[in-house]
Structures are given as C-alpha cells and as structure tokens.
C-alpha cells in the first residue's frame, strides 16, 4: 500500500481543467434564480441523487464525476444522503408511475433554495419510454425543473459543464446574455 | 429421470421457433417438468405469460440441452411451478400483474411489479380498469422477542437505483430482509409489441444501462435465430469485443465500489481511473462510453477503425500492468478481508437451486457461462477460463471478479488479433411469416434471456427480456441473514443486481 501512496504523491494528478459552464444551461437558468438564494448558499452545492426510473446509464455517469478525472468536490459540489441536505435534487430517468410519489415526497422533503436538475433524455420527457402505461413522462411533469442535461446518459463532462452553469449561477448572479 | 429433450417430443412443435425447440405440452407434461426442476435436474431459464398461453424455458445443463414448453389451455389458471420450485415465485407473480394469468396454487399471491398505480391492470393482457381502491402491501411477518423493523428506500441514500428494503433486525443482527422491487417498471414489454426492430432494440438495450450492450446483443441475436440470418463474422467479433469492454468497466467499477462500502476508498479511487480509462477507450473505439445503440440486428452500425482498435490494446496494456497492484492491495489489507471473508455467504445449494449466474453462481460453485456451455462465435474460437470458487461469501465474490478481470484482458487482446476483416451487417430481409427466436448472451452480471416473436410485418410481436437479477435478488435475502445491519451495503454491492433490469 505504501508504494501506490507514494506513487500518487509524485505522478501528475490526473484530475482535469475544468470545462467551461455550459451556455445553453446558463440561458435556462437566466430566470429561475434570485439572489437572496445566491447569498444563502456560497460557493457550494449539495447534490441529492433521485432515480425516478432511470435504466442506471445516468447513474454510471453521475459515479464517474467522482473519479480522479472529473473530481467534482473540487467544484464543492458534493452528492449527500439526505434530501435534507441537499440544494439540488439531480433527477434522472422518466418518472415511474410508480416512483411519481416518492420524487415528490423527496422533492417536499429538501429545504428551500432548491433547484431541480433532470439528468439525461428520459427525464426531459420520457425518452423512449413516454407514452407508457406505466410512465408519467419527464420530471417536470411531477415538479419543477430549473435545469435539463441532455444525453443518453450525458457524459461526465457534459454534467459537470451543467453544473458549473449552475453554480456559476447561483453564487455569482451572471446572467446569461 | 427424463431427458428434457425426450420430454420435449412430448408436446405438438411450434413451427419457426429457433434455435432450440418449442413445443405445446398438456399439463400433466408441465407438471412433470415442475417437479424436475424441483430435484434440481434442470434450470429454469424464464417464465412469461401471453393473453392465451405461458411458456417455460429450461436448461439442462451437463448436456446443454434448452427447450422451451408452452401451456395453452388455462381455463382457471395453469398449474403453479412455484409451489415445487421457488425460483418462479416471482415471475409467477409478475405475470399475473402483467398479463393476468393466474397461477393456481401459487403460494404468494401478494402483487409485485404492479402497485396498483398505473391506472389500468394487465397491461399485456385484458388492460382491464383499476380496482377502486388498492390494499397497502402486506410485508410478511416476524415475530419474536426485541424484534424491529427497519424500513429502507425506494430512495436509497447514494447514487442507487429505487428499491425498498424491509429489513427485521434483533439489536444489530438481521433477521430477516424482504425487498420490494417494481418500482422502475417502464412497460418496456408492452412497448416492445409491435414497435419496428430499429424502435425494440432501442429498447433493449435501455433494459440495464451497465448492460446496455449485453441487451442489445442478445435481443438481435434473438431476432437473427428467428429470421434465420447470419451475421458477417467481423460483426461477431466486434460484438463480443463490446462485450467483454462492458463487462471488464462494470467489474473495475464493482470492485472500487465493494471496497469503498467497507471503508476502503484507496481501491475505488484506484479502480475508478481503470475504469474510467476504459470508458474513454470504447468512446474512441466505438463513439460511446457505454457503447449505447452500436449492435442492432444484423450486425453491428460502427466499425472498428485504426485509431480505436490502437485505443483498446493500449487500454488493455495499461490495466494489465496496473491491475496486479491493486490485487495485491486487495489481498494484504487485513482490515478489508475482515469486512469481506465469511460476510453475506450464499450457500452453493441455492446457487443451484436459482440458477444463479455471473459471479454470484460462479462464487457459490455455479460455473455456468453461456459464452462456454453455448460457445457461440467467436467465443468458440477464444482461449478463456471461467474462475469458480465455492466460499460464496463477499470476499469469493470480489475474486471472481478479479479473476474476470484478467480473463477479459486477455480476450480483448486475442479478439484484437485475431479479428476478420469484411462488412459488419447485413440487412434485414422481409420474411412475411411469422417466427419466433431466442438468445442467451453472458452479460458481466450473468446470462441475458431473450425471446421474441416477429410478426408478418416484420415488427416485434411479443418480447420478452429476463435480467439475471430476476434469480439473484432472492439470494440476496438468504445471503443477509444473521449479518448485522451495517454489512448490508457490502452484501448489497457484492451481489449488484439490477433494479430496472429487473423491473423492466
């Protein structure tokens, strides 16, 4: 064990730039924050992952961004175990009709300034499976959405760019022009 | 004892059903076949249901043999298999929810996919209206002194799939763990009938996302067995390279994450860079990280360029000089190995019993891999071992996959070599009859069921995909008993089953 440590401690780090905020994201969020939350939060962002019926690609994805590549906690965006904790509900998959209650219970259960962020195609509106019997559709059909990552699943950098957006947002006051 | 092959002459043949034999049976001859499954002389493969028929696919394993059986007459129901056999329990009750056959006998009756929220029941059958009012579900019970219950999830505090879990626990010692899954459930079944191949493999392969490939894999070669096509052998190839890149991503990936759930973060940061490394491989050799709609029927839609397959051997190289370290990190930390050795133990005979496949059969003694019992191209022309170990505990279950790991580098480097040149698809014909057709395909999780029927059209018919998990979740709730509360998650991520795989 000791040689892997210190391997690390001499090899470049593997951790890579940060990409740069995504500018659709940005435009989305033009109207969806004010700045007494700016003040509230700092520079930081609890994450509270939900599956409302996801096929578990996002969820592969949304591992990946805490690997030594995209090292997400250096943004200080963290992923918690409690919606109580959270400022963000990341919400992937098309809801469920049977998950519809549990994302609003989640949804109820995370104190306010909270944003909402669907994850992927299917949480925008169903994706392959809209029209189901036993699908609602995306999430904004169930709560509000503040901020759509499209891809099936996004990739890593896709979600991060999303992120840094939201981020950017929240604690700066930019708006997208 | 009976052949199953001799018991499948029993029955009237389904014309156009292939590879392996259909046949309609009495239900004297079902009931036979229930109570062989039940002393253990064959598997249960799948149990699906149609408005007017079920089906039961078996597997004898020292011979290899597979059939399927058919039950059309079920005037008041079909004789349970799941009062001899436990494995069908849950398809059993699935199938009623779904379609609405009922099972006669059935020693549960409780709903499982449906939660009496889709506003309609049978949704492959009658799709009758909703009972007015849906009774709570009925846990089942335990008694007994100082016992509680610990209620868990749907929403599960990390980044997991939705499932909840009722777990009865004397102080720290589970007594009992009943889950409760169904709550991913999509209809991806009923939005297969009559969907185009191009929309069902779709489909498919968003099945299991970590499958993605497995899926889209084993529902073409289902449709290539029931039009009778052969695929160009590049295109075989290129498959079973897709597949043995998933399965080594998910493996590096389990592994990281077994040990991180017995608070060794230093392996998953470790196995995170390999299997990230990997991901970004298959994104430069096949234009996907996860390698999502690159198989359809027919072949495969990308080739394998220069610079991809340049990617992959240098990927597989880097891993393989890389990965040993960490094994023996692994190996040496005994404050892991406490965690792992003698936890969550899956005795061999339920191994069997469920048919359990991937590294939660093979870690309890069950060395079933389609890729060998079926040996289809190329993996007929590929040097591989298959490791089993009979421990059946947390710590057999990280070795197989580690020994899984080695295995796929080495396939990934033979395929590379050895690899035909040539097209890599073929189109579709138009049949203009009916045939049905079925495939096996070993995902890194065990073996993908699928079977099908095209219609004259050419369309999807009746689809029906089985997720591994489906004879793995079980286990789990035998695995846990007598752990305490807090191994749950390492006992949760050994197994790794799939929550949407399972509710499809």
Known sequence: MRKLLFESMIRVPLTERAPSRSDAAMEELASAVDNAARRHLGRSLSIRAVDAGSCNGCELEMHALSNAFYDIERFGIRFVASPRHADVLMVTGPVTRNMREALERTYNATPGPKWV????GCARDGGCFAGSYAVVGGVSAVIPVDLHIPGCPPSPADILKGLLALLEHVTMGTHAS | MQALADLILEGRPVQHHRPWPRTIVDPMVWTSATVALAEGHWTLLGLWGETAAIHMALLEEPTGTIGVISLEELEGGYPSVAQYHPPALRPERAIHDLVGLVSKDLPD??????????????????????????APYAFLRSEGDSLHQIPVGPVHAGIIEPGHFRFTANGETIVRLEERLGYVHKGIEALMVGASLDRAVQLAGRTSGDSTVTYAYAFSRAVEAALQLEVPSRAGWLRALMAELERLANHLGDIGAICNDAAFPLMHTHCGVLRERALRAADTAFGHRLMRDRIKPGGV????????????????TEI?????ALVELYDNTASLQDRTVGTGMLRPELAHQYGAGGYIGRASGR??????ALGYPPYNSLLFEIPVLHEGDVNARVWIRIREVEQCLSLIAQILDQLPAGPVSIDIPDIGETREGMALVEGFRGDVFVWLRVAESGRIDR??????????????EAAIEDNIVADFPLCNKSFNCSYSGHDL
Do not use: Y
Not at chain 2, 115 to 134: A, S
Not at chain 2, 301 to 316: S, Y
Not at chain 2, 463 to 471: G, K, Q
């Open chain 2, 320 to 324: 393989g000089q890389t990965f040993p």
């Open chain 1, 117 to 120: 962020v669907a994850l992927g």
């Open chain 2, 463 to 476: 689809c029906h995909l089985r997720d591994p998990s489906w004879f793995q979740w079980p286990l789990l």
């Open chain 2, 109 to 134: 009756p409780r709903p499982w996919l449906d939660h009496g929220r889709w506003g309609l029941r049978f949704p492959l059958g009658d799709r009758l209206p909703p009972p007015p009012e849906t």
């Open chain 2, 367 to 372: 060395g079933f891999d389609v890729r060998r």
């Open chain 2, 301 to 316: 839609i990308a080739d394998l360029d220069h610079e991809g397959a340049a990617a992959l051997r240098a990927v597989a």
